[in-house]
Every structure is written in C-alpha cells, then in structure tokens.
C-alpha cells in the first residue's frame, strides 16, 4: 500500500473499464492521461488535481440512495474523499470514505467501476484543485422487515440522508447524482 500501488490500481481499473458513454469513455482516457503525467496523481497533495474515490449506496431493494450534505459543495451528493497512502486499491479508497461517512461498517464498494467524474473544487489543500472522481456503487442491507440501513453521519457532513431514487432532495447536484444512480442501478 503506497501511493505507487495506488496508481497502479487507478490506471488498471480505467485500463480495462469498458463503457459504451462515449463522454464517459473520454473522461476514461483524460484520467488515464492524467496518471500517466502525475505518479502522485492519486494523493491530495497533487495540487493540480487528484484522484478521489466515491461511492454512491443504495438500499436491498434499490429504491433509496443515502447521500451526504456535502460542506463544500453545498449539495447532496454521493459518499467519498480523497485516496490514503493506506489504501490497498481505489476500490478500497471508496469503501473506506464510504463507512467512515456512513458508519456502516459491513458497507463494502463493489470492485468495478460505476463512473467517472472530473469537478473543480477548493478542498482540504485550501487552494483551487481539479477532483477526478472513480465512483463506485455498495448496496446497505435493509435492516428488519425492509426497514432502511441504520446509519451515523460524520462530522464530514452536514447532514446524511436516505432518499427515493425518484425523489431526490431539491438540492441535489444534478445531472451528476441522477446519472450515477442510473449507472449503479445498471450495474447493481
């Protein structure tokens, strides 16, 4: 685990990805560029952009997404941050941001890839930097009787929340939420 395997583990995900999103499968190669240029690519340190790893998480039955309040984005949107030296694979990355922000422990990101997306934002380097998001999909285990997954909001949001797939929060960041739920659906 280091910021080499890392790497490794993004430009072999976007290497053998296939999708038939043509914008998609641009992104695809603009990341893959990117990592080409960049071997710390996938840290937070890389100012001029880095990789992130997200994950959008539906429940058993596929009717409810949990989305986060996000602080800096100001909408709701997926769970996910940024890549750690500690992290075995991206995949990895995106389970991990995607229990600590939920509190669900058994959550687990499944191992292939849902989409891509590339966003400016000013995050925790505190300067203006470029996310290329590897968005991933895990399914929460409804609890007794159909009941929605329990779970407990980190001090990385605002609020967390679960939605009908059909009736999604005002504030959502749009068309980006809508179209990775439609990506995940095809895939879960």
Do not use: Y
């Not at 583990?9 to 053998?16: I, Q």
């Not at 990355?93 to 191992?111: F, K, N, Y």
């Amino acid at each position: 685990m280091s910021a080499e395997s890392l790497h490794e583990s993004a430009t072999e995900l976007l290497t053998t990805w296939t999708t038939s999103d043509p914008h998609q499968d641009s992104l695809r190669h603009t990341v893959l560029a990117f990592l080409a240029a960049a071997p710390l690519g996938c840290l937070r340190a890389c100012e001029a952009g880095h990789i992130t790893a997200s994950t959008i998480v539906l429940n058993t039955a596929r009717t409810h997404v949990l989305l986060t309040l996000h602080p800096r984005v100001g909408k709701w949107i997926q769970l996910g941050g940024h890549c750690e030296e500690s992290d075995a694979t991206i995949a990895a990355a995106a389970t991990r941001e995607a229990q600590e922000e939920s509190g669900i422990a058994d959550l687990v990101a499944e191992p292939q890839l849902v989409q891509v997306h590339t966003h400016p934002i000013t995050c925790s380097l505190g300067v203006p930097t470029r996310h290329l998001d590897l968005r991933f999909v895990a399914v929460a285990a409804d609890g007794p009787e159909g009941a929605l997954p329990d779970f407990v909001r980190s001090e990385e949001s605002v609020d967390l929340a679960w939605w009908p797939i059909d009736a999604l929060p005002e504030n959502t960041e749009v068309p980006a939420i809508p179209d990775l739920i439609a990506a995940a659906l095809a895939l879960a």
